[in-house]
């Protein structure tokens, strides 16, 4: 398989409870080493990994073995993750640092001790603590990266936080790989596991305008999503973003694939019913992964969203450009083989 960035899920456990987490309603299961190595041999061209799913991907006890057979077929791979930064031990930080990961970004919603608890389930001091570490042993080593950042799930209860306290965590933590701003997923495979209260976290027209207010206004804010931007070469999602012309088809489709613990073989890394929309398993038929990318795409070059696709902004986009300008719109599946 062609694949150039690869986001592979090590694990669906976590130490978290987040409400909005769709790994907590999944088998708790770790990703096989047999599993990763499959993959990493049927694959051609990979350019980045990463390593991130529905769990803490450093729960899984091979995590950084991992990385080294990633390097072995593939020596000049970037490797990035996001984690809830609640893992950072001295033995961790030290592996992170040998195995060269290139960026680290630390998912949150609230800035506030109170608040990410009740959203986590888990201590904000202790990420501090862990931050602290990892850049403290990076900066004695003589090392540049990891870059960490900051991947900030916005909530209707939270959003305000972009304003002062989340700009503010991030300059007190002198973190130096800018910040990610997401709204709370929307998409059918996530409502139907939110409860009332999750549900009512949804975002609105109201949501946005104070987040275009916040991004607009707040210079710290500002100044962490210009970096964000400025170093996009390293980053695993801006590079994916990147790789094509979004209009016509789709990043995920054309140069990405999302593997599963199981060995699922996903269209992105929004499609979370396993059994329902994998393309194929690794294990079994990864042909056939090649073969139904293909479809998917040629399906929004002729303006259908395919049923895994349905509620997400880039396929709506890609079927609405492609049924304005079918005679224009072509679907390239050569970097797909």
């Known amino acids: 398989m062609k694949v150039r960035f690869a986001q592979i899920e090590p694990t669906t456990r976590c130490n978290y409870t987040c409400g909005f987490c769709v790994g907590r309603h999944m088998p708790q299961q770790d990703l096989s080493l047999d599993t990763f190595r499959l993959f990493i041999a049927q694959t051609e061209g990979l350019e980045a990994i990463e390593l991130q799913g529905e769990g803490e991907p450093l729960l899984h006890p091979d995590f950084f073995t991992m990385i080294r057979i990633a390097r072995e077929k593939f020596p000049d791979v970037e490797i990035s993750m996001i984690s809830n930064g609640s893992m950072f031990t001295h033995e961790i930080v030290e592996q992170i640092l040998d195995h060269r990961i290139a960026r680290i970004y630390i998912s949150m919603e609230s800035a506030k001790d109170e608040d990410f608890q009740r959203i986590r389930g888990g201590k904000l001091d202790r990420v501090r603590r862990g931050i602290r570490l990892l850049l403290e042993r990076r900066r004695e080593r003589g090392m540049a990266h990891p870059l960490l950042g900051l991947s900030v799930t916005i909530l209707r209860s939270t959003v305000l936080e972009l304003r002062k306290q989340i700009p503010a965590f991030y300059d007190e933590m002198h973190l130096d790989g800018g910040i990610n701003l997401q709204m709370l997923q929307s998409m059918p495979q996530y409502r139907n596991i939110y409860n009332d209260d999750m549900t009512n976290e949804i975002g609105d027209a109201e949501t946005r305008e104070i987040i275009d207010y916040s991004t607009a206004t707040c210079e710290p804010l500002q100044q962490a999503l210009i970096t ?101 719109t072509t679907v390239r599946t050569d970097h797909a083989r």
Not at 234 to 240: A, K, N, R, V
Not at 246 to 267: D, F, H, K, V
Request: hydrophobic fraction near 30%.
């Open 228 to 328: 964000r931007q400025q170093q996009a070469a390293t980053g695993f999602y801006e590079q994916l973003m990147n790789s094509t012309d979004i209009q016509r088809e789709c990043p995920w489709l054309a140069n990405g694939l999302y593997m599963a613990t199981s060995g699922q073989l996903m269209p992105c890394c929004h499609t979370k019913d396993y059994q329902a929309d994998a393309l194929g398993n690794i294990n079994q038929n990864p042909a056939d992964a090649t073969r139904r990318r293909q479809e998917m795409q040629q399906q929004l070059g002729q303006g259908q969203i395919p049923s895994p696709c349905q509620g997400c902004n880039i396929a709506e986009a890609i079927a609405s450009h492609a049924a304005k300008e079918p005679a224009a």
